[in-house]
C-alpha cells in the first residue's frame, strides 16, 4: 500500500517536452532581371500565376540559330517554372507580320516574279542587270561595314560571271536551249539585285494588301514547323500584329489622350521628353547610356521609316513612331489620323496590354532587343497605364555567336535551324544551351556540340545499362535486399546532389551546374556499378532505379525527352506514339541467348566459323536495327537498344580507329625495317673505309684509313684524333658482328 501511496503522489506519467528541428532557409527562385542588372528573388504579383509576354519572330526569311538560341532558352525557363517550381504560367508570344522588312521583301519578290513571268530575252536580261548594276555599285563604295561590303562585293562578281556567257550571243541574236538556261542562271544570280532595283523604279505601284500578307504567313508556318521540331512548346496564345490593329489605333489614342503621343503629318510619335521630364516616369530603364543613340534608334524605326522627311515630323530626334502613315507601296489600315500602318514598338505593348493587363510579371526578348526596343515598349506602355511597373522581371537571352564569329550572311556562317538540325538531333541541340547560362553569349561551334554529344552519350550508356540490370529475373524478395556502406555512401551522394541541382536552378535557372551535378551523379553510379562486377556481385536495382528515374524526370522537365518515358530515352524517335523497347525486347532476349548457348557450343567445338558469324550478327546486322549487343567475359550479354544512327557512326568510328591502329602498326614495322635495313649498310662498311668517302672534311688518313689532316692540310688536334678512334672502334666492332652474321648465313 506505502509503494502504491508513494506512486499515486508522483502523479500520472507525461510526455516530455518536444523540441521542433531546426530545419534551415529554403532557397528562393532568383533570376537575372536586366531592369536591376542582378538576380532579384522572383515573386509573382497574383501568388502562383505567372503571365509572360515574349517577343516573337519578324516573319520574312527563315528562322536561324540567333532565333532558337532565344526560344529553346525561354522553352527551358518556361518548363523549369511550371513542372518544377509549380507556377501557373500563362505564356504569350506575338508574330510581327506587319514590318518594314517585310513590307520590303515582300514587295521586292512579287515585282520580281512579275519580271520572271515576263521571260525577259537574253538581251533585255543583260540591260536590266547592267541597271541595276550602277545604282548597286554606287551603294556598295559607301558602305563601310567590312562584312556587308564582302558580301555584296561576292553577290556582284557572281552576277557579273553569270552575265558574261550571255554577252556575245546576245549581240549576235543568237537563241536556243543552251542560251535558256543561261539566262535562267543569270536570274537566279541577280535575283537580288533585280529586286532592289525593280522596287526602286515600282514599289510604290504594289497597293493590295493581300501580297504583304502572303509572305509573312509562309514564313511563319515554317517558324512554327521549326519551333516544333525543336521540341519549343507552343504559346498559350499567339499573337499576330494583323490581327489586333484595332487594338493598336486604340492604344496609341490613349497615349496622345494621356499626353505622351503627337500626330504629326499622318504620323504618330511618342514625345519622350514629355514623358522622361513628368513625375513617376523614367525613359531608358534598360539600357540608359543608349538614349539619344540615332544609329540603334533609326534601326529601331525601319528603313522604309527614316528619310529626312520623316525624321523632320519629329519634335525630338529621339521621339519613335506609334503610328506611321503610309506611303505608296505600302499596307495601310484606317485610322483617326489617316491611313497608316502601325509602328514596331508599339505592337508588343498593345498585343500584351490587351490580355496580360497593366502589369506583366515576365517579359522576354534577345539580348539585342533591349534598345531601343524594349525601352520604348516600357515607355508607351507605361504612359498609356499611367504606372511605372508594366514590367516586374525583364528577362534577355545571351547572343549567340558561330565559332567565334557574329553569324552573318556576309561571312558565310548562316544557320538556318533546319540545317542545324541536320547535322545534330533537337535532343542534341537542347543539351548544347542547358550547357550554358541562358542570359550569357552561346558560341555555337563543333566543340560546343562535341560537348553535347559526350553528355547524351553518358547519359544514355547509364540508362541502358539500368535498363539491362532491370530486365534481369529476381526474386520479389530479391528485390530489397541489404544496404551496405557502398549503397549507403551512393544515397547520400544521390541526395546532395538533387539538394545542388535545387539550389542551381533557384539561381538564376542555372542549367549548367545541373548537367555538372547530373553528370556527377552518372559518374558516381557508374563507379558503383563497375566494383559491383568486378566483385562478381548484383549492384542495388531499386537504388540504380532511382536515381535513374530522378534524372529522367529532370531531363522530361527541361524538354530534352520529348515523350513520356519512365527511364532514360525513349527508343523509337520523337514524335511516335510506338515505345519499341516492351515490344521487341523480349524477342532480342531471346536472341540474346540463343546465341550466346551457339557460341558456346562453338567454342567447345572449336568451329571458329560459327563464332565469325555470331561476331557479324553482333557487328554488322544488329546496328543497322538499331541494336547493340555487349559481351563481357563471364558475364551475360548486355543488350541495349540504340539509335540506328548512333550505332552507324560508333561503328564507322570503330573501323577507323581499327584502320588507324593498322595503319600506325604498318608505319612502325617499316621504320623497323628501314632501320634494320640502315643498320646492315652501315655494319656492312669496315672501319678503314668509313672515313674515306668524307672527303670535304679530311684530306689525309693513316694507313688504318683515320684521318690525320682536315681539307685545309691542318692536322687535327688530338681531342679531334680520339674522338674519330672513338668511332672508328665502334664501327669495327659493328663490322665483326656483321662478318659474323655472313659467315652464320644470318644476313638477309
Known amino acids: 500500500m506505502a509503494g502504491s501511496s508513494a506512486e499515486h503522489g508522483r502523479g500520472r506519467r507525461t510526455q516530455p517536452p518536444w523540441s521542433p528541428p531546426a530545419g534551415s532557409e529554403p532557397c528562393q527562385l532568383r533570376l537575372y532581371n536586366s531592369l536591376t542588372r542582378r538576380k532579384d528573388v522572383f515573386v509573382p504579383q497574383d501568388w502562383r500565376r505567372v503571365t509572360w509576354y515574349c517577343c516573337g519572330p519578324t516573319v520574312y526569311d527563315a528562322s536561324h540559330m540567333g532565333h532558337a538560341r532565344s526560344y529553346i532558352s525561354f522553352d527551358i525557363l518556361r518548363r523549369v517554372l511550371r513542372d518544377y517550381f509549380k507556377f501557373d504560367v500563362f505564356y504569350c508570344m506575338n508574330i510581327t507580320d506587319i514590318d518594314d522588312k517585310i513590307i520590303k521583301r515582300a514587295r521586292q519578290n512579287y515585282l520580281f516574279e512579275q519580271y520572271r513571268e515576263k521571260q525577259p530575252q537574253a538581251a533585255q536580261l543583260l540591260e536590266d542587270v547592267h541597271a541595276a548594276l550602277q545604282p548597286f555599285s554606287a551603294k556598295l563604295r559607301e558602305i563601310s561595314d567590312p562584312d556587308k561590303r564582302q558580301m555584296l562585293e561576292r553577290l556582284e562578281r557572281a552576277v557579273r560571271l553569270a552575265a558574261e556567257p550571255l554577252e556575245e550571243p546576245a549581240r549576235r541574236g543568237l537563241a536556243g536551249e543552251e542560251l535558256d538556261?543561261?539566262?535562267?542562271?543569270?536570274?537566279?544570280?541577280?535575283?537580288?539585285?533585280?529586286?532592289?532595283?525593280?522596287?526602286?523604279?515600282?514599289?510604290?505601284?504594289?497597293?493590295?494588301?493581300?501580297?504583304?500578307?502572303?509572305?509573312?504567313?509562309?514564313?511563319?508556318?515554317?517558324?512554327?514547323?521549326?519551333?516544333?521540331?525543336?521540341?519549343?512548346?507552343?504559346?498559350?496564345?499567339?499573337?499576330?500584329?494583323?490581327?489586333?490593329?484595332p487594338e493598336i489605333v486604340d492604344f496609341v489614342q490613349k497615349i496622345v489622350d494621356n499626353g505622351y503621343g503627337y500626330v504629326s503629318n499622318g504620323s504618330v510619335y511618342f514625345d519622350t521628353v514629355k514623358f522622361a521630364n513628368s513625375e513617376g516616369h523614367c525613359y531608358g530603364k534598360l539600357v540608359p547610356a543608349a538614349v539619344g543613340d540615332q544609329k540603334a534608334l533609326q534601326e529601331g524605326e525601319g528603313d522604309l521609316s527614316v528619310s529626312a522627311e520623316r525624321l523632320s515630323e519629329k519634335r525630338s530626334p529621339s521621339d519613335f513612331a506609334l503610328w506611321k502613315a503610309s506611303k505608296p507601296g505600302e499596307p495601310s489600315w484606317p485610322c483617326p489620323w489617316g491611313k497608316g500602318r502601325p509602328g514596331w514598338h508599339i505592337e508588343c505593348s498593345a498585343m500584351a496590354g490587351t490580355l496580360l493587363g497593366a502589369s506583366v510579371d515576365l517579359h522576354g526578348g534577345g539580348f539585342d532587343l533591349r534598345f531601343p526596343h524594349h525601352d520604348n515598349e516600357l515607355a508607351q506602355s507605361e504612359a498609356y497605364f499611367e504606372n511605372d511597373c508594366w514590367v516586374r522581371y525583364f528577362l534577355h537571352t545571351g547572343h549567340l555567336t558561330i565559332a567565334g564569329c557574329k553569324m552573318s550572311k556576309s561571312l558565310k556562317n548562316f544557320i538556318t535551324?533546319?540545317?542545324?538540325?541536320?547535322?545534330?538531333?533537337?535532343?542534341?541541340?537542347?543539351?548544347?544551351?542547358?550547357?550554358?547560362?541562358?542570359?550569357?553569349?552561346?558560341?555555337?561551334?563543333?566543340?560546343?556540340?562535341?560537348?553535347?554529344?559526350?553528355?547524351?552519350?553518358?547519359?544514355?550508356?547509364?540508362?541502358?545499362?539500368?535498363?539491362?540490370?532491370?530486365?534481369?529475373?529476381?526474386?520479389?524478395?530479391?528485390?530489397?535486399?541489404?544496404?551496405?556502406?557502398?549503397?549507403?555512401?551512393?544515397?547520400?551522394?544521390?541526395?546532395?546532389?538533387?539538394?545542388?541541382?535545387?539550389?542551381?536552378?533557384?539561381?538564376?535557372?542555372?542549367?549548367?551546374?545541373?548537367?555538372?551535378?547530373m553528370r556527377a551523379l552518372v559518374g558516381q553510379c557508374n563507379l558503383y556499378m563497375a566494383a559491383r562486377k568486378a566483385a562478381r556481385r548484383r549492384p542495388n536495382c531499386a537504388l540504380l532505379e532511382s536515381i535513374a528515374r530522378y534524372l529522367t524526370h529532370m531531363l522530361q522537365i527541361f524538354g530534352v525527352i520529348e515523350e513520356e518515358s519512365s527511364l532514360g530515352f525513349p527508343i523509337g524517335g520523337p514524335g511516335t506514339s510506338l515505345n519499341l523497347e516492351p515490344t521487341v525486347m523480349p524477342y532480342l532476349q531471346v536472341l540474346s541467348e540463343f546465341r550466346e548457348g551457339v557460341r558456346?557450343?562453338?567454342?567447345?567445338?572449336?568451329?571458329?566459323?560459327?563464332?565469325?558469324?555470331?561476331?557479324?550478327?553482333?557487328?554488322?546486322?544488329?546496328?543497322?536495327?538499331?541494336?547493340?549487343?555487349?559481351?563481357?567475359?563471364?558475364?551475360?550479354?548486355?543488350?541495349?537498344?540504340?539509335?540506328?544512327?548512333?550505332?552507324?557512326?560508333?561503328?564507322?568510328?570503330?573501323?577507323?580507329?581499327?584502320?588507324?591502329?593498322?595503319?600506325?602498326?604498318?608505319?612502325?614495322?617499316?621504320k623497323r625495317q628501314e632501320q634494320e635495313a640502315a643498320r646492315l649498310a652501315k655494319m656492312k662498311v669496315p672501319p678503314s673505309e668509313m672515313f674515306l668517302s668524307e672527303s670535304d672534311k679530311y684530306s689525309k688518313f693513316d694507313e688504318n684509313g683515320l684521318p690525320t689532316h682536315d681539307t685545309a692540310g691542318k692536322e687535327l688536334s688530338k681531342g679531334q684524333a680520339k674522338k674519330l678512334k672513338k668511332l672508328f672502334e665502334a664501327q669495327e666492332k659493328l663490322h665483326k658482328e656483321y662478318l659474323q652474321l655472313v659467315q652464320n648465313g644470318s644476313v638477309p
Open 181 to 245: 538556261g543561261r539566262v535562267q542562271v543569270l536570274l537566279e544570280e541577280a535575283k537580288d539585285l533585280l529586286s532592289d532595283w525593280l522596287d526602286s523604279m515600282h514599289g510604290s505601284e504594289v497597293s493590295d494588301n493581300s501580297i504583304f500578307s502572303k509572305l509573312p504567313k509562309f514564313w511563319e508556318a515554317e517558324f512554327h514547323k521549326d519551333m516544333e521540331a525543336l521540341n519549343v512548346l507552343p504559346p498559350d496564345v499567339l499573337t499576330r500584329v494583323s490581327e489586333y490593329v
Open 417 to 517: 535551324i533546319k540545317d542545324a538540325l541536320k547535322k545534330h538531333s533537337a535532343r542534341q541541340l537542347r543539351l548544347a544551351f542547358l550547357m550554358h547560362s541562358w542570359k550569357d553569349a552561346l558560341d555555337y561551334s563543333a566543340n560546343t556540340m562535341e560537348s553535347a554529344l559526350q553528355c547524351e552519350k553518358l547519359l544514355n550508356e547509364f540508362f541502358l545499362n539500368v535498363k539491362d540490370l532491370l530486365r534481369a529475373p529476381v526474386e520479389v524478395a530479391g528485390q530489397f535486399e541489404k544496404w551496405e556502406d557502398k549503397e549507403m555512401e551512393l544515397n547520400e551522394s544521390f541526395y546532395d546532389k538533387k539538394a545542388a541541382v535545387h539550389e542551381a536552378l533557384c539561381d538564376n535557372v542555372d542549367t549548367r551546374t545541373v548537367l555538372e551535378e
Open 600 to 670: 558456346r557450343v562453338a567454342r567447345e567445338h572449336g568451329v571458329p566459323e560459327v563464332l565469325q558469324l555470331s561476331d557479324a550478327l553482333r557487328d554488322d546486322v544488329l546496328p543497322e536495327l538499331g541494336v547493340r549487343f555487349e559481351d563481357h567475359e563471364g558475364l551475360p550479354t548486355v543488350v541495349k537498344l540504340v539509335d540506328r544512327d548512333t550505332l552507324l557512326r560508333e561503328r564507322e568510328e570503330k573501323k577507323r580507329a581499327e584502320e588507324e591502329k593498322r595503319r600506325k602498326k604498318e608505319e612502325a614495322a617499316r
